[in-house]
């Protein structure tokens, strides 16, 4: 069946405007995590869904950046005001939830570059 | 807090050596370890886990991976390395909430190098 799913592979923007990622997850999976990824380090976790409710944002690194899955499935994050050390590749993972230790899968990643 | 600790940001070995990636985990709680690993322009892909039970972790494409509590570690290897297994390997952890899933905290990498 078909992956995690995330729009846009790439993404320049100016240093100061707003920008969306989109992340689709695996149908029928009810948990949802964004991470962040910069150069050279591991992902960094940045926020998880279960359902439509954030069950925990601990990762978020301030508040230009907020994270929204209003149906339960599509989730997408948004960065305003974006600075250049928001430069990253954005990773979006969904998991089932059965109440045991699921594999996270993963999307491609959206890379994002502000100038 | 949880914490990785991946030895070596870069291992090379020849096509047909063991590889050997090190991966140290620091928990307060009983870990679950995870290996993955990420191909150029590709979303991370799952090797192997470990969560209860049999601390030799067999995975995919012919990688394991052991669980040593008294040595707070989770080394990945593999008997004979391909040219295909270049790649950014990247070991995690993270621990079992009841009622919620779990984040995953992750290493830095180690890019595995193959030479013929």
């Known amino acids: 069946g078909a992956g995690v799913s995330q729009t846009p592979s790439n993404k320049v923007t100016e240093k100061g405007k707003y920008v969306e990622l989109r992340c689709d997850p695996i149908s029928g999976h009810t948990a949802l995590y964004w991470y962040r990824q910069s150069l050279g380090q591991g992902p960094e976790f940045l926020i998880y869904?279960?359902?439509?409710?954030?069950?925990?944002d601990s990762g978020l690194p301030n508040d230009r950046f907020f994270a929204v899955r209003p149906e339960g499935s599509v989730s997408t994050l948004k960065i305003q005001r974006t600075e250049r050390g928001d430069s990253a590749v954005y990773l979006c993972a969904s998991s089932p939830w059965t109440g045991g230790m699921e594999t996270q899968y993963f999307g491609p990643g959206t890379r994002l570059l502000v100038l | 807090a949880q914490s990785v600790t991946q030895l070596g940001s870069h291992v090379s070995v020849s096509e047909g050596a063991l590889v050997l990636l090190r991966c140290n985990y620091s928990?307060?709680?009983?870990?679950?370890l995870f290996w993955y690993v990420q191909y150029p322009n590709q979303g991370l892909q799952l090797l192997l886990k470990y969560t209860t039970g049999a601390t030799l972790v067999k995975g995919i494409n012919g990688f394991e991976a052991e669980f040593k509590k008294s040595e707070t570690s989770f080394h990945l290897t593999k008997p004979s390395a391909h040219m295909s297994d270049a790649a950014e390997y990247f070991c995690?952890?993270?621990?079992?909430?009841?009622?919620?899933?779990?984040?995953?905290?992750f290493g830095t990498g180690t890019r595995l190098q193959v030479t013929l």
């Open positions: 869904f279960q359902g439509t409710g954030a069950a925990d």
């Open positions: 995690a952890v993270t621990k079992f909430n009841t009622g919620t899933a779990s984040k995953l905290t």
């Open positions: 928990s307060s709680v009983p870990p679950y």
